[in-house]
């Protein structure tokens, strides 16, 4: 799979995740969301969703204006998204086992630590100086 795809991939990923988050409430799960949601009640789940909402959206115009027309600095944004969603990959698990609980978005984690460490793999094993797939 070349890394236009991969990257792609990831984004989607991303979305699914986000869908997770959402859906079982990991806004409940954060101090400053625990906070806004006391100060403003509703407000927390609205916050959550326009900054994951604005997170996809920035995944996608990565993809469309720098990885896909392999402009010079999609490298940048490939490798920048790579350490997030292996962090993400890896934190989520992590936090769940020190919880001792399901912590929303622990069952899509994984599927962003593959489609980041293929990537990474990808990136490392071959020359993308020059060419990103």
């Not at 292996?86 to 934190?91: D, K, L, Q, S, V």
């Amino acid at each position: 799979m070349t890394t236009e795809r991969l990257f792609l991939t990831l984004v989607v990923c991303q979305a699914l995740h986000f869908l997770e988050e959402v859906t079982f409430g990991l806004y409940r799960w954060l101090p400053y969301f625990q906070w806004l949601e006391s100060a403003a009640p509703g407000m927390a789940v609205v916050a959550f969703v326009a900054i994951n909402t604005a997170f996809v959206a920035f995944g996608a115009w990565c993809y469309l204006a720098r990885v896909k027309p392999r402009a010079p600095s999609a490298g940048v944004w490939i490798t920048l998204w790579m350490v997030v969603e292996i962090g993400n990959g890896i934190g989520h698990p992590l936090w769940s086992l020190i919880a001792g609980a399901y912590v929303p978005g622990t069952a899509t984690a994984p599927l962003l630590l593959v489609v980041a460490l293929l990537m990474a793999r990808q990136r490392l094993t071959t020359d993308n100086r020059v060419h990103l797939s």
